[in-house]
């Protein structure tokens, strides 16, 4: 049946305006005012911000870390990022160093199948360059239309890669068309850093951050954004949380080099302070790169603002704190990694961003959405609102407001990170490619309706690659 999404605001990375949508298929068919609703099912959008659905392009879903797994599959973790106004996630594949990258991807498939509920695709780690995998990269990026690799520069014996491997997938990202991703952080210097702590009988969750200085950040993204320049390639510097990794994305991009920086809602509005809260507490803080001295957040929202960096990830990686973040107690380095944040990325942006004056309401539909589907080879079928477009919608209520809750949030996790937090800003209804997913804030999909995106390569948008600058 044809839908009608009637009287809202249409909002996308650089219009703002009154008109319907209406909605064949899975598809956007036609906007404009006075459309034939004779047919369709009439959706009253009247008072609402009308968003594309918002592309979260940093995921850990039912992924192995720290002798445990997140707590979050792709079900309960699709329905939570589809109640935050989320249609699209991109989730990392794990692999292991001596097996075939095609073996990685098939247990990602099986993990995924049959439980999103949003579209959902995958982006690659390269732990090693042989040449077999080598060999396999191109089959890769043209059978599974996998275009993102991602290399971890720390957790040192366990994900981190070397220099020759960055600089290799850098080449061949450049010669096959697609992004690399990298954790940038110095795993050697916190290797050092952690081992000092431990002998100190240091084991807090504070030394967590204390072991993990903005200096190692910082020399890291440097490091791979001069390889960067090197390899004339292409990188995405995924979760940037200081001073130190902006100033080097911004004098990579000055030199022209193609760069592009993520941060996460954890790094815009917590703080290294949380991780001394008491009782383990601080465990739930627990994050790589670590949240940072608070001054660190204006210059991240200064850097989202004037374009030096230019999307919003979740890096939803959820465990619960009874379980899990108490593998941690009397060691900081055993406390797992991440935090649930899938739901809350699209309303926090929008009250801390939108509503505070911080980022225009433009920016913030180009920072959860269009500027990630246009990194990740994904747009215009994702990302925007427009005739031909899949109609991933978000009817949000800009003035409704609410404290989030562990009570209340949908993540298969027994805290939230930002717990009392209060947001102005609420996705009431929300479609993926033309059937309700949420409707009045009531989940009514259904796990593996999600599809499997086989996206583009880097740059073969229709727009040149600099336009995506
Ligand atoms: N970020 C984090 O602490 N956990 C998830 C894994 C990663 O992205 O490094
Ligand atoms: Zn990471
Ligand atoms: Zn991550």
Redesign the pocket.
Known sequence: MKKLIKNGTIVTASDLYEADILIEGEKIAAIGRNLDESAAQVIDAKGAYVFPGGVDPHT?LDMPFGGTVTSDDFETGTIAAAHGGTTTVIDFCLTSKGEPLKNSIQTWHEKSKEKAVIDYGFHLMISEVNDSVLAEIPKIIEEEGITSFKVFMAYKNVFQADDETLFRTLLTAKEHGALVMV?AENGDVIDFLVNKALKEGNTDPIYHALTRPPEVEGEATGRAAQLTGLADSQLYV??VSCAEAVEKIEEARKKGYQVWGETCPQYLVLDQSYLEKPNFEGAKYV??PPLREKWNQDVLWNALKNGQLQTLGS?Q?SFNFKGQKELGLGDFTKIP??GPIIEDRFSILFSEGVKKGRISINQFVDIVSTRIAKLFGLFPRKGTIAVGSDADIVIFDPNKERTISAETHHMNVDYSAFEGMKVTGEPISVLSRGEFVIREKEFVGKPGKGQYLKRDRFGSAKKPAEQVR
Do not use: T
Request: proline fraction near 0%.
């Open positions: 850990h954790h995924v979760h994050w790589s890096d990686c990694n991440g």
